[in-house]
């Protein structure tokens, strides 16, 4: 799993899409954010191409699933309180299966 | 899906087993549980997972107890590269595709 770019600075309401790529033709893809102190919080997920549900803090955040292999995570408007690190990961399957997670972003929005 | 409890810290000499406890007293007949870690801020790491019975990889042993109300993930012979935070998840095959990861276990290896 392949995410880019690795870290970002934004200005409040300069949108940006996080990009996430996957090679092992997974079905599900996941996004996570990591804040200190919450753990790992789920925003998006997808079970295949263009079916997609949200997570546990989906507020501020869109995604689209045009292609199996692609899953980006698209800031319209950032604000400050989604300045975080941010995890793009996939499965085969989903009861059953592991996760395999890419590199991050830590993204800041001043 | 059910909720999970691990302590937040622990530490082990290096070369001993490191073994982090998970209590999961929820847990239904249909779920497994997972177990990853996360070394600084890279990805999540997939480590094991199982249903009832105990399970080994090259990596660790799991360790479910035959009511499935906790688990221990044991790394058998602790290194430093072990440093990380361990995180014990339990997922049904069905239902929501939400992971809660929670906030783990932090496992120190001590040199």
């Known amino acids: 799993v392949t995410q880019t770019p690795k870290f970002r600075v934004l200005k409040t309401g300069q949108s940006m899409t996080l990009l996430c790529a996957q090679d092992?033709?997974?079905?599900?893809m996941y996004w996570y954010r990591q804040d200190p102190g919450l753990g790992l919080r789920q925003i998006y997920y997808s079970m295949n191409v263009e079916v997609t549900d949200k997570g546990d803090v989906p507020e501020g955040y869109k995604v689209s699933r045009k292609e199996k292999r692609n899953f980006p995570l698209i800031l319209e408007s950032p604000s400050p309180n989604q300045t975080s690190l941010y995890f793009c990961?996939?499965?085969?399957?989903?009861?059953?299966?592991?996760?395999?997670f890419g590199p991050g972003t830590r993204l800041t929005v001043t | 899906d059910a909720k999970t409890t691990q302590p937040p810290s622990m530490d082990c000499a290096e070369g001993r087993a490191a073994n982090l406890p998970c209590n999961h007293s929820?847990?239904?007949?249909?779920?497994?549980v997972y177990w990853y870690r996360q070394i600084h801020s890279q990805g999540p790491q997939y480590i094991i997972h199982g249903l009832k019975n105990n399970e080994t990889n090259e990596m660790a042993s799991l360790i479910i107890t035959e009511d499935r109300k906790s688990s221990t993930l044991i790394l058998p012979h602790a290194t430093l590269r072990d440093t990380a935070v361990y995180y014990c998840?339990?997922?049904?095959?069905?239902?929501?595709?939400?992971?809660?990861f929670g906030t783990g276990t932090r496992l120190k290896v001590l040199a």
């Open positions: 092992m033709n997974h079905e599900y």
């Open positions: 929820t847990i239904s007949g249909n779920e497994y």
């Open positions: 990961a996939s499965s085969y399957g989903t009861g059953g299966s592991e996760q395999y």
């Open positions: 998840i339990v997922r049904g095959l069905s239902g929501t595709y939400k992971y809660i």
